[in-house]
Protein backbone atom coordinates (compact mmCIF):
# COMPACT_ATOMS: atom_id res chain seq x y z
CA UNK A 1 0.00 0.00 0.00
CA UNK A 2 1.34 3.63 -1.04
CA UNK A 3 2.62 5.29 2.18
CA UNK A 4 1.07 8.69 0.36
CA UNK A 5 -1.79 10.66 2.49
CA UNK A 6 -3.98 13.96 1.67
CA UNK A 7 -2.98 15.71 -1.38
CA UNK A 8 0.00 15.45 -4.39
CA UNK A 9 0.71 16.96 -7.37
CA UNK A 10 1.05 13.58 -9.66
CA UNK A 11 1.37 12.59 -13.38
CA UNK A 12 -1.35 10.42 -14.66
CA UNK A 13 0.87 7.70 -14.95
CA UNK A 14 1.81 7.84 -11.08
CA UNK A 15 -1.79 7.94 -10.38
CA UNK A 16 -2.25 4.68 -12.31
CA UNK A 17 0.22 2.73 -9.93
CA UNK A 18 -0.79 4.35 -7.05
CA UNK A 19 -4.27 3.09 -7.57
CA UNK A 20 -2.92 0.02 -8.81
CA UNK A 21 -0.76 -0.63 -5.08
CA UNK A 22 -4.05 0.81 -3.39
CA UNK A 23 -5.80 -2.08 -5.29
CA UNK A 24 -3.43 -4.80 -3.77
CA UNK A 25 -1.21 -4.85 -7.11
CA UNK A 26 1.73 -7.09 -6.11
CA UNK A 27 3.37 -8.17 -9.50
CA UNK A 28 3.99 -6.05 -12.71
CA UNK A 29 5.25 -7.27 -15.84
CA UNK A 30 6.27 -5.22 -18.74
CA UNK A 31 7.90 -3.72 -21.66
CA UNK A 32 8.63 -0.07 -21.46
CA UNK A 33 7.40 1.70 -24.17
CA UNK A 34 6.27 5.43 -24.41
CA UNK A 35 4.22 6.94 -23.48
CA UNK A 36 3.32 4.18 -20.94
CA UNK A 37 7.11 3.74 -19.11
CA UNK A 38 6.57 5.81 -15.69
CA UNK A 39 4.13 3.27 -14.84
CA UNK A 40 6.82 0.38 -15.29
CA UNK A 41 9.47 2.55 -14.02
CA UNK A 42 7.20 3.48 -10.61
CA UNK A 43 6.22 0.03 -10.30
CA UNK A 44 9.58 -1.18 -10.25
CA UNK A 45 10.63 1.78 -7.26
CA UNK A 46 7.47 0.34 -5.25
CA UNK A 47 7.00 -3.05 -5.53
CA UNK A 48 9.50 -4.33 -3.94
CA UNK A 49 9.32 -1.84 -0.83
CA UNK A 50 6.07 -4.08 0.20
CA UNK A 51 6.57 -7.22 -0.66
CA UNK A 52 5.49 -7.08 -4.40
CA UNK A 53 7.50 -8.46 -7.43
CA UNK A 54 8.56 -6.65 -10.84
CA UNK A 55 10.03 -8.26 -13.96
CA UNK A 56 11.14 -6.20 -16.72
CA UNK A 57 10.09 -8.61 -19.85
CA UNK A 58 12.08 -9.25 -23.09
CA UNK A 59 8.78 -8.11 -24.80
CA UNK A 60 5.21 -7.27 -24.76
CA UNK A 61 3.91 -11.27 -25.45
CA UNK A 62 6.06 -11.91 -22.34
CA UNK A 63 4.34 -9.23 -20.62
CA UNK A 64 1.04 -10.41 -21.32
CA UNK A 65 1.86 -13.96 -20.45
CA UNK A 66 4.00 -13.28 -17.51
CA UNK A 67 0.57 -11.23 -15.55
CA UNK A 68 -1.25 -14.22 -16.32
CA UNK A 69 0.89 -16.57 -14.60
CA UNK A 70 1.11 -14.43 -11.62
CA UNK A 71 -2.48 -14.25 -11.18
CA UNK A 72 -2.31 -17.99 -11.47
CA UNK A 73 0.34 -17.59 -8.48
CA UNK A 74 -2.42 -15.68 -6.32
CA UNK A 75 -0.97 -12.09 -7.22
CA UNK A 76 -2.75 -9.24 -8.15
CA UNK A 77 -1.25 -8.25 -11.58
CA UNK A 78 -0.63 -5.38 -14.23
CA UNK A 79 1.17 -4.27 -17.26
CA UNK A 80 1.25 -1.34 -19.27
CA UNK A 81 2.36 -0.16 -22.65
CA UNK A 82 1.07 1.64 -25.90
CA UNK A 83 -0.22 0.92 -29.39
CA UNK A 84 2.29 -1.55 -30.93
CA UNK A 85 2.66 -3.70 -27.70
CA UNK A 86 -0.96 -3.78 -27.36
CA UNK A 87 -1.21 -5.54 -30.64
CA UNK A 88 1.25 -8.07 -29.72
CA UNK A 89 -0.50 -8.66 -26.07
CA UNK A 90 -3.72 -9.57 -28.04
CA UNK A 91 -3.14 -13.59 -28.31
CA UNK A 92 -2.23 -13.53 -24.42
CA UNK A 93 -5.14 -11.27 -24.09
CA UNK A 94 -7.70 -13.66 -25.33
CA UNK A 95 -6.21 -16.09 -22.99
CA UNK A 96 -7.01 -14.92 -20.05
CA UNK A 97 -10.01 -14.47 -21.50
CA UNK A 98 -11.03 -17.51 -21.78
CA UNK A 99 -9.18 -19.16 -19.07
CA UNK A 100 -10.80 -16.32 -17.21
CA UNK A 101 -7.88 -15.18 -15.24
CA UNK A 102 -8.10 -11.87 -13.65
CA UNK A 103 -5.71 -9.06 -14.68
CA UNK A 104 -5.25 -5.32 -15.83
CA UNK A 105 -3.79 -3.66 -18.95
CA UNK A 106 -3.26 -0.33 -19.42
CA UNK A 107 -3.40 1.23 -22.65
CA UNK A 108 -1.74 4.59 -22.94
CA UNK A 109 -2.98 5.53 -26.38
CA UNK A 110 -0.43 7.22 -28.67
CA UNK A 111 -0.19 8.16 -32.32
CA UNK A 112 -0.05 5.08 -35.00
CA UNK A 113 -0.69 2.54 -36.62
CA UNK A 114 2.97 0.84 -36.40
CA UNK A 115 5.39 2.97 -34.19
CA UNK A 116 3.69 6.14 -35.53
CA UNK A 117 4.09 9.33 -33.18
CA UNK A 118 5.29 7.56 -29.84
CA UNK A 119 5.16 11.14 -27.82
CA UNK A 120 1.48 12.26 -29.79
CA UNK A 121 -1.75 11.94 -27.74
CA UNK A 122 -4.52 9.47 -29.59
CA UNK A 123 -7.36 7.41 -29.27
CA UNK A 124 -6.77 4.81 -32.33
CA UNK A 125 -7.03 1.88 -29.98
CA UNK A 126 -10.70 1.82 -29.05
CA UNK A 127 -12.00 -0.71 -31.59
CA UNK A 128 -8.94 -2.54 -30.45
CA UNK A 129 -9.62 -2.71 -26.84
CA UNK A 130 -12.72 -4.52 -27.98
CA UNK A 131 -12.04 -6.83 -31.02
CA UNK A 132 -8.32 -7.27 -30.70
CA UNK A 133 -8.25 -10.80 -30.07
CA UNK A 134 -9.96 -13.35 -32.52
CA UNK A 135 -13.29 -14.91 -31.25
CA UNK A 136 -16.20 -13.92 -29.21
CA UNK A 137 -15.01 -12.95 -26.19
CA UNK A 138 -15.69 -10.24 -22.94
CA UNK A 139 -14.62 -7.03 -23.05
CA UNK A 140 -14.23 -4.58 -20.20
CA UNK A 141 -12.24 -1.15 -20.98
CA UNK A 142 -12.37 2.21 -18.63
CA UNK A 143 -10.96 5.50 -20.21
CA UNK A 144 -10.55 8.19 -17.53
CA UNK A 145 -10.05 11.87 -17.80
CA UNK A 146 -7.88 13.35 -15.21
CA UNK A 147 -5.10 12.17 -12.76
CA UNK A 148 -8.25 11.61 -9.78
CA UNK A 149 -9.93 9.45 -11.98
CA UNK A 150 -6.95 7.44 -13.17
CA UNK A 151 -6.02 6.48 -9.31
CA UNK A 152 -9.96 5.75 -8.89
CA UNK A 153 -10.71 3.88 -11.64
CA UNK A 154 -7.50 1.84 -11.29
CA UNK A 155 -8.73 0.22 -8.17
CA UNK A 156 -12.01 -0.04 -9.94
CA UNK A 157 -10.22 -2.11 -12.62
CA UNK A 158 -8.92 -4.79 -10.33
CA UNK A 159 -12.36 -5.37 -8.53
CA UNK A 160 -13.82 -5.59 -11.81
CA UNK A 161 -11.55 -8.03 -12.74
CA UNK A 162 -11.19 -9.93 -9.72
CA UNK A 163 -14.95 -10.05 -9.47
CA UNK A 164 -15.47 -11.14 -12.52
CA UNK A 165 -12.35 -13.21 -12.98
CA UNK A 166 -11.54 -11.00 -16.45
CA UNK A 167 -9.18 -8.80 -17.95
CA UNK A 168 -9.50 -5.85 -17.82
CA UNK A 169 -7.97 -2.63 -19.79
CA UNK A 170 -7.15 0.92 -18.63
CA UNK A 171 -7.40 2.85 -22.19
CA UNK A 172 -5.71 6.02 -21.50
CA UNK A 173 -4.29 8.13 -23.66
CA UNK A 174 -0.93 10.29 -23.79
CA UNK A 175 -2.67 13.36 -22.64
CA UNK A 176 -4.31 11.68 -19.44
CA UNK A 177 -0.89 9.64 -18.74
CA UNK A 178 1.75 12.68 -18.61
CA UNK A 179 -0.67 15.40 -17.19
CA UNK A 180 0.05 16.50 -13.85
CA UNK A 181 -2.35 17.54 -11.21
CA UNK A 182 -3.29 17.72 -7.43
CA UNK A 183 -4.31 13.78 -6.50
CA UNK A 184 -6.22 13.21 -3.25
CA UNK A 185 -5.27 9.76 -1.87
CA UNK A 186 -8.51 8.00 -0.32
CA UNK A 187 -7.61 6.76 3.32
CA UNK A 188 -7.13 3.27 2.52
CA UNK A 189 -9.60 2.19 5.12
CA UNK A 190 -12.02 3.68 2.86
CA UNK A 191 -10.99 1.76 0.02
CA UNK A 192 -13.12 -0.89 -1.51
CA UNK A 193 -11.25 -3.40 -2.40
CA UNK A 194 -12.60 -6.77 -4.09
CA UNK A 195 -10.64 -10.41 -3.98
CA UNK A 196 -11.27 -13.33 -6.06
CA UNK A 197 -13.93 -15.66 -4.90
CA UNK A 198 -12.09 -18.91 -3.49
CA UNK A 199 -14.19 -22.18 -3.71
CA UNK A 200 -15.19 -23.41 0.29
CA UNK A 201 -14.89 -27.03 -0.71
CA UNK A 202 -12.34 -29.58 0.09
CA UNK A 203 -9.45 -30.24 -2.63
CA UNK A 204 -10.82 -33.20 -3.85
CA UNK A 205 -14.26 -31.64 -4.65
CA UNK A 206 -12.91 -28.49 -6.58
CA UNK A 207 -13.96 -28.42 -10.02
CA UNK A 208 -12.05 -25.62 -11.48
CA UNK A 209 -14.68 -24.15 -14.07
CA UNK A 210 -17.53 -25.30 -12.70
CA UNK A 211 -19.28 -21.65 -12.33
CA UNK A 212 -21.60 -21.05 -9.56
CA UNK A 213 -25.24 -18.69 -9.68
CA UNK A 214 -23.20 -15.80 -10.51
CA UNK A 215 -21.81 -17.51 -13.68
CA UNK A 216 -18.41 -17.01 -12.08
CA UNK A 217 -16.43 -20.15 -10.40
CA UNK A 218 -14.27 -20.05 -7.58
CA UNK A 219 -10.60 -19.01 -8.35
CA UNK A 220 -7.59 -20.86 -5.60
CA UNK A 221 -4.31 -20.19 -6.55
CA UNK A 222 -1.56 -22.49 -7.35
CA UNK A 223 -0.10 -23.54 -4.65
CA UNK A 224 -3.06 -23.59 -2.30
CA UNK A 225 -3.66 -27.49 -2.63
CA UNK A 226 -5.96 -27.65 -5.01
CA UNK A 227 -5.12 -29.00 -8.75
CA UNK A 228 -6.58 -28.16 -11.76
CA UNK A 229 -5.85 -27.93 -14.82
CA UNK A 230 -5.49 -24.33 -17.57
CA UNK A 231 -5.72 -24.33 -21.15
CA UNK A 232 -6.43 -21.97 -24.08
CA UNK A 233 -8.75 -24.43 -26.04
CA UNK A 234 -12.88 -24.61 -24.75
CA UNK A 235 -12.73 -26.86 -22.22
CA UNK A 236 -15.13 -28.94 -19.83
CA UNK A 237 -15.53 -27.83 -16.23
CA UNK A 238 -12.64 -29.86 -14.95
CA UNK A 239 -10.28 -27.28 -16.78
CA UNK A 240 -9.30 -29.98 -19.77
CA UNK A 241 -9.72 -29.30 -23.18
CA UNK A 242 -13.25 -30.47 -24.91
CA UNK A 243 -14.04 -30.65 -28.87
CA UNK A 244 -17.67 -31.46 -27.87
CA UNK A 245 -19.59 -28.58 -29.29
CA UNK A 246 -22.42 -27.78 -26.73
CA UNK A 247 -19.98 -27.83 -24.19
CA UNK A 248 -18.05 -25.46 -26.05
CA UNK A 249 -20.62 -23.05 -27.01
CA UNK A 250 -21.41 -23.07 -23.73
CA UNK A 251 -18.89 -22.25 -22.15
CA UNK A 252 -18.09 -19.49 -24.82
CA UNK A 253 -21.39 -17.92 -23.45
CA UNK A 254 -20.96 -18.34 -20.45
CA UNK A 255 -17.80 -16.24 -20.13
CA UNK A 256 -19.34 -13.52 -21.97
CA UNK A 257 -22.54 -13.24 -20.60
CA UNK A 258 -21.01 -13.29 -16.88
CA UNK A 259 -20.23 -9.17 -18.16
CA UNK A 260 -22.69 -8.71 -20.69
CA UNK A 261 -25.86 -9.71 -18.09
CA UNK A 262 -23.61 -7.72 -15.08
CA UNK A 263 -22.86 -4.25 -17.35
CA UNK A 264 -25.25 -2.12 -14.63
CA UNK A 265 -22.55 -2.81 -12.19
CA UNK A 266 -20.18 -1.80 -14.75
CA UNK A 267 -21.61 1.20 -15.82
CA UNK A 268 -19.52 4.37 -15.36
CA UNK A 269 -20.56 7.92 -17.46
CA UNK A 270 -20.63 11.38 -16.60
CA UNK A 271 -23.38 14.09 -17.50
CA UNK A 272 -22.69 17.70 -18.55
CA UNK A 273 -25.28 20.18 -18.73
CA UNK A 274 -27.36 17.65 -20.43
CA UNK A 275 -31.05 18.20 -18.55
CA UNK A 276 -32.05 20.93 -21.52
CA UNK A 277 -29.17 20.22 -23.72
CA UNK A 278 -30.02 20.26 -28.04
CA UNK A 279 -27.27 19.11 -28.82
CA UNK A 280 -24.76 16.88 -27.61
CA UNK A 281 -21.12 16.00 -27.45
CA UNK A 282 -20.25 12.44 -27.02
CA UNK A 283 -16.12 12.69 -26.01
CA UNK A 284 -14.36 10.49 -23.74
CA UNK A 285 -10.64 11.04 -21.94
CA UNK A 286 -8.43 14.13 -22.98
CA UNK A 287 -11.05 15.10 -25.36
CA UNK A 288 -13.75 15.42 -22.77
CA UNK A 289 -11.81 18.30 -21.22
CA UNK A 290 -11.72 19.74 -24.13
CA UNK A 291 -15.10 19.55 -25.11
CA UNK A 292 -16.17 21.12 -21.03
CA UNK A 293 -14.47 24.41 -22.17
CA UNK A 294 -16.47 24.40 -25.60
CA UNK A 295 -19.76 23.61 -23.91
CA UNK A 296 -19.03 25.72 -21.54
CA UNK A 297 -18.47 29.01 -23.98
CA UNK A 298 -21.22 27.61 -26.41
CA UNK A 299 -23.17 28.09 -23.05
CA UNK A 300 -22.84 32.23 -22.65
CA UNK A 301 -23.53 32.36 -26.16
CA UNK A 302 -26.93 30.63 -24.94
CA UNK A 303 -26.58 27.36 -27.24
CA UNK A 304 -28.34 24.70 -25.33
CA UNK A 305 -24.97 21.77 -25.76
CA UNK A 306 -24.06 19.02 -23.20
CA UNK A 307 -21.42 16.41 -22.49
CA UNK A 308 -22.39 12.94 -22.39
CA UNK A 309 -18.70 10.89 -21.30
CA UNK A 310 -18.54 7.48 -21.31
CA UNK A 311 -15.71 6.24 -18.58
CA UNK A 312 -16.63 2.36 -19.14
CA UNK A 313 -15.78 2.61 -23.16
CA UNK A 314 -17.01 -1.26 -23.06
CA UNK A 315 -19.18 -2.90 -22.87
CA UNK A 316 -21.01 0.08 -25.09
CA UNK A 317 -23.33 1.86 -22.83
CA UNK A 318 -26.10 1.29 -25.04
CA UNK A 319 -28.71 2.34 -22.94
CA UNK A 320 -27.40 5.08 -21.84
CA UNK A 321 -26.84 6.42 -25.68
CA UNK A 322 -30.37 5.45 -26.58
CA UNK A 323 -31.98 7.86 -23.45
CA UNK A 324 -29.26 11.34 -24.90
CA UNK A 325 -30.50 10.60 -28.29
CA UNK A 326 -34.30 10.63 -27.33
CA UNK A 327 -33.49 14.38 -26.51
CA UNK A 328 -30.86 15.61 -28.57
CA UNK A 329 -31.71 17.27 -31.98
CA UNK A 330 -27.71 16.39 -32.90
CA UNK A 331 -25.16 14.52 -31.61
CA UNK A 332 -21.37 14.96 -32.22
CA UNK A 333 -18.64 12.18 -31.51
CA UNK A 334 -15.24 14.38 -31.10
CA UNK A 335 -12.39 12.00 -30.58
CA UNK A 336 -8.65 11.71 -32.15
CA UNK A 337 -9.36 9.07 -34.54
CA UNK A 338 -11.41 8.75 -37.54
CA UNK A 339 -14.32 7.68 -35.65
CA UNK A 340 -14.12 4.26 -34.01
CA UNK A 341 -16.22 5.52 -31.13
CA UNK A 342 -18.83 7.32 -33.99
CA UNK A 343 -19.33 3.77 -35.86
CA UNK A 344 -21.09 2.76 -31.98
CA UNK A 345 -23.46 5.72 -31.42
CA UNK A 346 -24.25 6.00 -35.01
CA UNK A 347 -25.65 2.97 -34.49
CA UNK A 348 -27.82 3.36 -32.02
CA UNK A 349 -28.57 6.88 -31.57
CA UNK A 350 -28.31 7.35 -35.38
CA UNK A 351 -32.01 5.80 -35.57
CA UNK A 352 -33.17 9.26 -33.90
CA UNK A 353 -31.04 11.91 -34.78
CA UNK A 354 -27.97 13.30 -36.62
CA UNK A 355 -25.28 11.95 -35.38
CA UNK A 356 -21.91 13.70 -36.61
CA UNK A 357 -18.02 13.96 -36.57
CA UNK A 358 -15.82 15.54 -35.09
CA UNK A 359 -12.03 13.99 -35.40
CA UNK A 360 -8.41 14.72 -35.44
CA UNK A 361 -5.23 12.42 -36.11
CA UNK A 362 -2.08 14.74 -36.44
CA UNK A 363 -1.33 13.55 -32.93
CA UNK A 364 -2.96 16.52 -31.02
CA UNK A 365 -5.09 17.06 -28.47
CA UNK A 366 -8.96 18.40 -30.25
CA UNK A 367 -9.03 22.10 -29.41
CA UNK A 368 -12.09 24.00 -27.87
CA UNK A 369 -12.28 26.19 -30.36
CA UNK A 370 -12.13 22.84 -32.79
CA UNK A 371 -15.33 22.12 -31.27
CA UNK A 372 -17.08 24.95 -31.18
CA UNK A 373 -16.11 25.90 -34.94
CA UNK A 374 -17.99 22.02 -35.60
CA UNK A 375 -20.79 22.80 -33.64
CA UNK A 376 -21.63 26.36 -34.84
CA UNK A 377 -19.89 26.15 -38.00
CA UNK A 378 -17.50 28.86 -37.63
CA UNK A 379 -20.19 31.17 -36.33
CA UNK A 380 -19.21 31.42 -32.59
Given at each position: ???????????????????????????????????????????????????????????????????????????????????????????N??????????C????V???????????????????????????????????P???????E??????????????????????????M???????????????N?????????????????????????????????????????????????????????????????????????????????????????????????????????????????????????????????????K????????????F??????????????????????????????????????
Amino acid sequence: MSNNHGYKLVQGNEACVEGALAAGMRFYAGYPITPSTEIAEISAQKLPQIGGKFIQMEDELASMAAIIGGSLAGLKSMTATSGPGFSLMQENLGYAAIAEIPCVVVNVQRGGPSTGMPTSPAQGDVMQARWGTHGDHPAIALTPNSVQETYEYTIKAFNISEKYRTPVIMLMDETVGHMREKLKFTDPSEIEVINRKKPTCKPEEYVAYRPEEDMIPPFVSFGEGYRYHVTGLTHEETGFPTNNNLISGKLIQRIVDKVEKNIDDITYYEEYKLDDAEIVIVAYGGVSRAAKSAIDEMREKGIKVGMFRPITIWPFLEKQIDQVAEKAKEIYVAEMNLGQYFIEVDRVAGKKCPVKKINKITGELITPKEITDAVTGGNL
